[in-house]
């Protein structure tokens, strides 16, 4: 009986939480079962999240030597005072000296996160960050605004109103100079919140805006796959004991519908620059992309807020910030 063909794979990431504090003897032992189980394309992908202050230089060549051949790091700021708001161990300096230690041991794929939209956050203060981030000559970035959850320390304080948070315009204002200083500095915008060089687009994210399939490993991990979306456990000796029984240990487990595939393939794909592919969306679900809109749709055209480049739908770069505004005018009820 012949065994069945393993499945192809294209990517491995290590993030949420703190993946770097994984010895490298751990990490390699995951990347060989990875190998073991899968079919791994020669271009893969194989990424590991960390914390400036986690990065040695004997550590990250042990993971490199391992396998991993891209490290993205959570910079968020080179401001200490930012840094110290949003709760970090590290400080600018160390965040620099992690960038340099990471490039020093050969990594040939370096990712640096920024966050903007903070509390009493000056533009000049941003222009620092981003010009200090660009210096380190990262392959990619990532820029995000701040979110407050309503169940967090920040996100009470917020509610109680002992956050001075800035207006919507003033983050808009802020998102278009990190648009413009990126792009001048040869990063072209491939999504929303992401930024690449040519050729070092995240293989990895790129399958989730493409609405693809991924297995989601792990205490709180989440994945979309053999027609399921789902979530683990975040607790984690429950998401063990449930791995000792030879469960998965979901606590949110959801058959994908074609009318959810249909909304989320829409959604998704207009985060990014290329958009969605009228053709590709028909072949999969069996109708256009102006059929399954609402009408708003040819308006929003004409007013250069959306645009078609030959059959791909995509949202003007001048509209990437209010995004889900537009999401809620074109997809159906």
Not at 46 to 71: C, F, M, Q, W
Request: aromatic share 8%; hydrophobic share 40%; with cysteine.
């Amino acid at each position: 009986m012949d065994a069945q063909p393993r499945r192809s794979t294209h990517s491995l990431y290590f993030g949420g939480g703190t993946p770097s504090l994984l010895t490298p003897a751990r990490l390699a032992r995951l990347i060989h079962a990875w190998r073991t189980r899968f079919a791994v394309i020669d271009s893969h992908e194989i990424t590991v999240e960390s914390n400036p202050s986690d990065i040695v230089a004997h550590k990250v060549e042990a993971y490199l030597r391992a396998g991993v051949n891209r490290i993205s790091l959570g910079v968020q700021s080179l401001d200490d005072d930012e840094l110290r708001f949003l709760g970090r161990r590290h400080t600018a300096d160390k965040a620099m000296r992690a960038a340099q230690a990471v490039r020093e041991a050969g990594c040939r794929d370096l990712s640096l996160d920024l966050m903007y939209g903070l509390p009493d956050q000056p533009m000049d203060a941003l222009r620092r960050s981003l010009n200090g981030l660009i210096a380190l000559e990262p392959d990619h970035v990532s820029c995000y605004a701040l979110t407050l959850e309503p169940d967090t320390p920040m996100g009470a304080e917020a509610s109680a109103g002992r956050l001075d948070l800035p207006e919507d315009d003033a983050v808009a204002d802020q998102y278009a100079e990190i648009q413009r200083m990126l792009a001048e500095a040869g990063f072209h915008q491939y999504e929303l919140s992401n930024w690449a060089r040519p050729g070092h687009e995240s293989i990895h994210n790129l399958t989730y805006w493409r609405n693809g399939d991924w297995i989601g490993l792990g205490s709180g991990a989440a994945g979309s796959a053999a027609g399921r979306r789902y979530k683990r456990t975040p607790a984690v000796r429950d998401y063990l004991a449930a791995a000792m029984r030879g469960e998965p240990g979901f606590i949110e487990c959801e058959d994908w519908t074609r009318a959810s595939r249909m909304r989320d393939t829409l959604m998704l794909g207009l985060r990014l620059a290329e958009g969605v592919s009228d053709a590709e969306f028909e072949a999969r679900f069996g109708v256009a992309l102006r059929d399954y809109c609402a009408e708003r749709l040819d308006d929003l055209v004409r007013k250069g807020v959306l645009h078609w480049c030959e059959d791909r739908l995509a949202l003007d770069p001048s509209s990437y910030f209010v995004c889900n505004s537009v999401l809620s005018e074109i997809l159906p009820s």
